[in-house]
């Protein structure tokens, strides 16, 4: 950031406690925004109470044309009879305009009990992003209209994840920023700021509104001049997908066990695409650099998504090969088992995992626990997005994924010869023609020590780095993972597989990667052959 955002920063910090900046960060890029062109920018601060959400819009008073405590349809455009008769609202008094204003606070509107009401307004704010309002009132002679460009910055608690109206009708328009809770220590810190700067309180906003108008107006023509670098581009693409799915509408019933009651709806990437390169254009003006701008982008859009389906997907991402149950996946996520199925559930709908194990998984009635993993078309793309998240990367395809070719295994650091990617034969992973010379391999790649014990004695030029494995590679050196070599020796259970490597004569692992052990799919097959020549016997 530049110098003006470190002020901003600075200053913010004398009075309010700032254990994460990024909201601060992502809500003056929202008013640079404003001033630029294209659709409008939503950006929604989700917080506990009294987390720092109304000191940081309070900042951006003094840029914004508007700011409201609370909304409501009237609120946002009616008609006042009487002898001074005319339009009011907040979209009357800003006009036919561009224009920034701030709601204090948006949990009131998800807390009213007068859903035709909340939906009504969330209709009108719909049709303020586009661009254009027309409502009929009865008192009015005649329609009202409203035509301009709406920049809105709100604060709302995480209660918000709890309204499916809100989610369903209103999500698509808004980017999240999460501010994490405090711990204790920080908590403490908090409140001896509060009660320390409570008599400076007005100079110290006075002076954070002072800084956050200077240092928008050195951004905003810095902003309108640049031009977003491809891969940059390619990053902020990887994050709009991705959210797409993970917040697409599914609807559930209202009562009982609240069964999924419809196909799910899922929105296309370009309006979340548009908002996020806004949002990066804002950052740069402001002086952040490339990768930080990134990863400000990429944390508005995946905090878009409800947080538990947010939390289940990052957990599937890291999980590498195993599949977890939901116990587990419910641990991770720091959830309760059930808000883990039903997100679980939910994300199985839209496409983006799957689960094995019996239909209803309630361990006490002797159910089999449901184990989950990533799958489909987005899979790939799912996990590099969030693990780029962790790593803090630009982008987690980069660089990116060669094109399939048949007998080739691709990772990012696979071997080249000649500037193509190397076969397997060339790396030394060709099965053998015979059985016979299958055997002399297996055992000369993974001699036995004189101890009796075997170990992993694949040399470096035999290992891939962890990557990516060809879902279409030839059988010759396809790499099987512990599912997929139980699947092949028709075993059910781990302890099974491992019972057979105690015996001394099954394969020692090609590879040990993060995911766990990996055979080569011609160790496996000369497994099978060997069992398919001995008398069969019940496994012990």
């Known amino acids: ?99 920034l204003a701030t709601i204090a606070d948006f949990s009131t509107v998800l807390a009213s009990s007068d859903r035709g009401q909340r939906d009504q307004l969330f209709a009108l704010l719909r049709r303020a992003y586009d661009g254009e309002v027309t409502r009929e009132v009865g008192t009015a002679p005649e329609p009202l209209r409203w035509r301009g460009r709406l920049t809105l910055i709100a604060g709302v608690t995480p209660t918000v994840d709890n309204y499916s109206s809100h989610a369903d009708a209103l999500g698509p328009r808004w980017l999240y920023i999460r501010i994490p809770e405090n711990g204790k220590e920080d908590r403490r810190r908090a409140a001896q700021m509060a009660r320390e700067n409570q008599p400076q309180l007005k100079e110290h906003r006075a002076r954070s509104r002072e800084l956050v108008s200077a240092a928008v107006e050195d951004a905003v023509p810095q902003a309108r001049a640049l031009l977003l670098p491809d891969t940059m581009s390619e990053a902020l693409d990887d994050a709009a997908m991705v959210t797409c799915l993970g917040r697409a509408a599914v609807l559930r019933e209202g009562y009982g066990r609240r069964e999924i009651a419809a196909l799910p709806t899922i929105e296309e990437p370009p309006r979340l695409t548009g908002q996020l390169a806004l949002l990066a254009r804002s950052l740069l003006g402001l002086g952040f650099d490339e990768d930080e701008t990134i990863r400000l982008c990429r944390r508005a859009a995946l905090q878009a998504m409800p947080e538990a389906r947010c939390r289940a997907l990052r957990a599937l991402a890291v999980s590498s090969d195993d599949e977890p149950p939901t116990a587990e996946l419910a641990r991770r996520m720091g959830a309760d088992r059930k808000v883990a199925r039903f997100a679980l559930e939910e994300l199985a709908t839209v ?159 090609f590879d040990e990667t993060s995911g766990g052990p990996v055979w080569t799919d011609a160790q496996i097959e000369a497994v099978c052959r060997e069992d398919a020549g001995k008398p069969k016997q019940a496994d012990s």
């Open 351 to 509: 496409g983006v995992c799957r689960w094995r194990g019996d239909e209803s998984d309630d361990e006490e009635l002797g159910k089999k626990p449901r184990h989950w993993r990533l799958s489909g078309e987005n899979a790939e793309l799912i996990a590099a997005v969030f693990r780029a998240e962790e790593s803090g990367t630009k982008s987690g395809k980069h660089p990116p994924t060669p094109p399939k070719t048949r007998g080739v295994l691709h990772t990012s650091s696979h071997p080249r010869i000649d500037g193509e990617p190397a076969t397997q034969a060339q790396i030394g992973l060709e099965q053998p023609s015979s059985p016979g010379d299958d055997e002399t391999n297996r055992h000369t790649r993974h001699p036995t020590p004189p101890d009796g014990k075997r170990r992993n004695t694949a040399t470096a030029a035999e290992k891939p780095s962890v990557g990516v494995l060809e879902e279409e590679a030839t059988p010759n050196g396809k790499l099987l993972s512990v599912k997929d070599v139980l699947e092949r020796l028709g075993l059910k259970y781990r302890q099974q597989l491992k019972r057979r490597r105690d015996k001394g004569d099954f394969p020692a692992p």
């Open 1 to 99: 950031m530049n110098e003006r955002m470190g002020a901003v920063m600075e200053s913010l910090r004398r009075y309010v406690f700032l254990r994460d900046t990024d909201h601060v960060s992502c809500s003056v890029a929202t008013g640079v925004s404003a001033e630029l062109g294209g659709d409008p920018l939503w950006t929604m601060l989700v917080g506990a109470p009294s987390s720092g959400k109304t000191e940081t819009i309070r900042s951006l008073d003094d840029i914004a044309a508007d700011h409201v405590s609370e909304i409501t349809a009237p609120g946002l455009l009616s008609w006042t009879p009487g002898k001074r008769a005319r339009p009011t609202g907040l979209l009357a008094r800003l006009g036919n305009t561009s224009a």
